[in-house]
């Protein structure tokens, strides 16, 4: 079993800053890919940014946040950062966390993560 809990989330100003922070625990040794994903009110919830785990720290964006997002990691830590800058309205969402149970590209989808944290909200007021 893998633990995740996100932390980072609160109320900002359209333009500013946040960091979200998921911590892993548990049997983490399997993993080499870890996610963010967001779900705003009434939509599906979608890829924000992956990063591999194992080497490389290769990173995927979706393009909505490309340029104002970073997704990094602190293998010592076992956690995953998120730096959101240049917040807008429409980043307003719960923030998920996502690792999966078995290696996995760096673009697969949703359905290939097995664990997931409890969520943080993000707000961003125009």
């Known amino acids: 079993q893998v633990q995740l809990v996100e932390s980072g989330g609160g109320l900002v100003q359209a333009g500013g800053s946040l960091r979200l922070a998921c911590a892993a625990s548990g049997n983490i040794f399997s993993i080499n890919a870890m996610g963010w994903y967001r779900q705003a009110p009434g939509k599906q919830r979608e890829l924000v940014a992956t990063?591999?785990?194992?080497?490389?720290?290769?990173?995927n964006y979706a393009d909505s946040v490309k340029g104002r997002f970073t997704i990094s990691r602190d293998n010592a830590k076992n956690t995953v950062y998120l730096q959101m800058n240049s917040l807008k309205p429409e980043d307003t969402a719960v923030y998920y966390c996502?690792?999966?149970?078995?290696?996995?590209?760096?673009?697969?989808?949703?359905?290939?993560?097995?664990?997931w944290g409890q969520g943080t909200q993000v707000t961003i007021s125009s």
């Open positions: 996502a690792a999966p149970k078995t290696p996995i590209p760096l673009d697969a989808g949703a359905s290939s993560y097995h664990y």
């Open positions: 990063i591999t785990i194992t080497s490389g720290g290769s990173t």
